[in-house]
């Protein structure tokens, strides 16, 4: 063998080389390639579902968030017709003081004030049912306050010592029942 062929020879045999190293490269580039379109549709798949997730909590939150105020704007209205409500009944309290049975109730309240307290009493009424008042008291052990008391009608009634007191006025019996009212009115308005 000559030195023309050993040099073909190594010639050819890094040429061989070459091209496999070559083809090892493209095929691993290509690999490569191949993965890095794989990672990167996976990460635009990754990406794509989190938007779509982030987006579909949003819409939950704003859905929710539309409910609570829709339902805090219901609940002021109720509460809105029903204070209306309340102080239409309590207007109607006044009219009823001009009412023919206003007297007895007038007479009830006195009678029920001076069942829970023992011994002399004090009666307190405003200006309009003081004379009416002295009236229904008559030879009862007790005494009408000389001072008016301000308030729609009923009275108050007290010891002689002032240390136990009675409100039996009209607005302290409304306060009362209000809530059980309140709850009679949502019953019939909303219901």
Known sequence: MGLQELREEILNNAKTSARKIQKES?????????????????????????????????ERERVSSARLKAKMIMAEAKESVIKE?????????KEYRESSEYKTTLARLVDE????????????????????????LGKKKAELSEEPIQCIGGVVVTSEDGKVRINNTLEAKFEERKEEVRKSIYDMVFR
């Open 113 to 136: 004030g001076l069942g829970q307290i023992s011994g002399k009493v004090v009666v307190y009424a405003n200006k309009e049912d003081a004379s009416l008042v002295k009236k229904l």
């Open 85 to 93: 409500l309340m102080d239409q009944l309590f207007e109607k309290m």
């Open 26 to 58: 493209e095929a691993e580039a290509e690999t490569i390639v191949r993965t890095a379109e794989e990672k990167k549709k996976q990460t635009l798949e990754t990406v794509k579902k989190d938007v779509k997730e982030v987006l579909e909590r949003e």
